[in-house]
């Protein structure tokens, strides 16, 4: 039998003889009894956060029971408390449950079965409330994780208890400056911007619609963005707020259109001439688009876009990247599931297929779904519904669905990792973008742009690139296309130490690159976006051998250089070692 550890805080020392009695007359080793007289004898009890539960005197001469709560709830201690009272006081009851206690007893009438009770008690409701803490911070991990900027207000809706690394990101402020401040501090706009987001606050859902906001942030970085408010499902006082960042978008927009000099910063090749047609014709039909392409070649750049020239264009675009996600996670998010449905389940949860009711949904890497999440999507994309996880009944919905894979889905179905019928429906029509090595024209109007974002963003003195730094970016490979272009171009900016990069400034890869492996900038198309790395004879087993020695053992490292995020080279190597 498990001894449960016990803290008894109370000055008294008859009190504490008639506990260790109560205690003595329970079953042996049942339970363990330490004492401490004082707050200041206890504290040094409750660092070492060893007991399971806690009995706390009210009193405790010149201080209360409400002090030790205090300690207890901003010091890290985490071990249920009861509250014994000599007095039955229903407001000073309230105010130690408000203030954390588990339980409160009465001393009068205590009896030990009471006690074994109660303790019992306490130290369960302290076990599930734990699990739904956990719930939550999984919760908001996994907003954290996502591109898009959430907060979430207080339940009165005046000052915000939550806000995610894209919102602290996209507004530009100090998180703990938008913590517990309110709202309308969180926004760098105007006034009549804020007149208007409180009133898509106050509107029923079904009348808001999406903001569009614009803002600059101190660091000079213009920001596009689109507000969406929902309701927290716990709690309908509560407000999410939800921030959408289509600044590239913006740009893309305006590309469509020929409007802006920024159309000539995004490529005036051919091949994206081309693809801006296919943009342009797609956005006016409803059929299911697969975008393929190697990775940082711009796929969820033209999934916006192909979205926001559509009828589709008030409605949500929402992205998800299938790569990272486990079986059961993907489930989940995808499709939703019912309250206790699995462990953690503590709610009834919306899925992305129904979030994007009426509007677009942009399956990322879809390639990396798993064999049981194909059947269910396959069901979805025929039938036009959904199941939520621990549900029976289906629910319709109307969205439009769009994929992206850096993938060769074709041999993914000869080799049994992917569903041929899933396939053809999700690749009704393609759009297959070209590496950058294809559309070099495109590299110097790329390197400017990038440049020049930065100069706006830190206001260092570095206006151009000089003959050699221009000559190395067009000779290089790019196996990480456009995204490997910028992350270059930021990192030789900050070694920068004249007005211009020079080829010294710029990575090393770059500026020196290894003969045979970059420069050439071949790829296969059946593994990797960066598989011109490696010889394209070799296998994909031996490609990503040959990026894990290449990179030290460092499997991080190895990812970049296969152009695959760390999940997916997780998983090869797993079935490799199978």
Not at 123 to 138: G, K, V, Y
Not at 378 to 405: H, K, N, Y
Request: aromatic share 6%; charged share 25%; hydrophobic share 40%.
């Amino acid at each position: 039998m498990h001894t449960i550890n016990v803290l008894l805080i109370d000055d008294d020392k008859a009190d504490y003889a008639i506990t260790r009695d109560l205690f003595e007359s329970m079953p042996a080793s049942s339970y363990a009894l330490k004492w401490a007289s004082s707050f200041e004898d206890a504290v040094p009890i409750l660092r070492e956060n060893e007991h399971d539960v806690i009995l706390l005197d009210y009193l405790l001469g010149d201080r209360t029971g409400l002090d030790v709560l205090d300690y207890i709830r901003t010091s890290g201690v985490h071990i249920p408390v009861i509250m014994l009272t000599a007095v039955d006081d229903r407001a000073v009851d309230e105010q130690m449950l408000a203030a954390g206690a588990v339980e409160y007893l009465t001393k009068a009438g205590l009896s030990a079965p009471l006690l074994d009770r109660a303790i019992r008690f306490a130290i369960e409701t302290h076990r599930l409330r734990q699990q739904i803490a956990q719930s939550r911070d999984d919760v908001r991990s996994i907003l954290d994780e996502l591109r898009t900027g959430t907060a979430i207000t207080s339940a009165n809706g005046d000052v915000l208890s939550f806000v995610s690394h894209a919102f602290v990101k996209l507004v530009g402020r100090p998180r703990l400056r938008l913590l517990r401040a309110p709202w309308e501090d969180a926004f760098p706009v105007d006034e009549d911007t804020i007149i208007a987001i409180r009133e898509q606050m106050e509107l029923p859902p079904r009348q808001r619609s999406r903001l569009p906001l614009h803002w600059e942030t101190s660091d000079g970085y213009r920001y596009w963005t689109e507000l969406e408010v929902l309701d927290d499902p716990r709690d309908v006082k509560r407000r999410i707020l939800v921030l959408y960042d289509v600044s590239d978008l913006h740009g893309l927009r305006r590309l469509l259109d020929g409007k802006a000099q920024f159309c000539d910063l995004i490529g005036k090749s051919d091949a994206m001439q081309s693809i801006f047609l296919q943009i342009a014709e797609l956005a006016r039909y409803d059929t299911t688009v697969m975008i393929e392409g190697e990775t940082g070649t711009g796929k969820e750049l033209v999934a916006r876009a192909i979205h926001f020239s559509s009828h589709r264009a008030g409605e949500p675009f929402i992205a998800v990247n299938c790569a990272g996600l486990t079986e059961s996670i993907l489930a989940s998010q995808l499709f939703g599931h019912k309250k206790g449905a699995f462990t953690g389940a503590v709610s009834d949860h919306v899925g992305y297929f129904e979030a994007a009711g009426g509007g677009t949904l942009f399956l990322d890497e879809i390639g990396d779904i798993p064999p049981v999440v194909q059947t269910m999507l396959l069901r979805v994309v025929q039938e036009r519904e959904i199941v939520r996880v621990g549900e029976s009944m289906p629910r319709r919905i109307d969205v439009r669905l769009l994929s992206a894979t850096n993938h060769n889905l074709t041999q993914a179905v000869a080799g049994g990792q992917f569903r041929s019928d899933l396939l053809y429906r999700i690749r009704v029509a393609r759009i297959s973008l070209p590496p950058l090595r294809n559309r070099r024209e495109d590299i110097p109007l790329l390197a400017s742009s990038f440049l020049r974002r930065f100069v706006a963003k830190t206001g260092k003195a570095v206006d151009g690139f000089s003959p050699d730094a221009r000559s190395a970016m067009m000779t290089y490979g790019w196996p990480g296309n456009v995204r490997e272009l910028q992350n270059a171009v930021e990192a030789a900016a900050i070694s920068c130490r004249g007005a211009s990069v020079q080829v010294s400034d710029l990575p090393p890869e770059i500026a020196a690159p290894m003969p045979g492996s970059f420069e050439s900038g071949a790829a296969t198309t059946d593994v990797t976006p960066a598989a011109g790395v490696f010889s394209t004879s070799t296998s994909e087993d031996d490609r990503i051998e040959a990026a894990i020695e290449r990179a030290g053992g460092n499997r991080a490292k190895a990812a970049r250089l296969l152009g695959i995020s760390r999940a997916t080279l997780y998983r090869r190597l797993s079935n490799m070692r199978d």
